[in-house]
């Protein structure tokens, strides 16, 4: 969102998904979003399911406990 300057309410609207979920995603309320709402969230950001997990965030050292 920040590097696309976007705020939690554009984004909302270009994905079409409520705010309050993209809110709950982002402060991890959400812990298991569904892969159609990541892709709805993904794709209001004009990048790819690929693009998105290609991210070191998903780096096995990063998601292990």
Do not use: C, W
């Not at 709402?37 to 990048?47: A, N, Q, T």
Request: no cysteine.
């Amino acid at each position: 969102m920040k590097a696309r300057k976007l705020t939690q309410y554009a984004l909302s609207v270009k994905a079409g998904v409520s705010q309050s979920t993209i809110s709950a995603v982002l402060r991890s309320l959400h812990e298991n979003p569904s892969v159609t709402v990541l892709y709805e969230i993904v794709m209001g950001l004009d990048i790819s399911l690929t693009e998105f997990f290609a991210s070191p965030l998903f780096h096995y050292e990063n998601i292990i406990d």
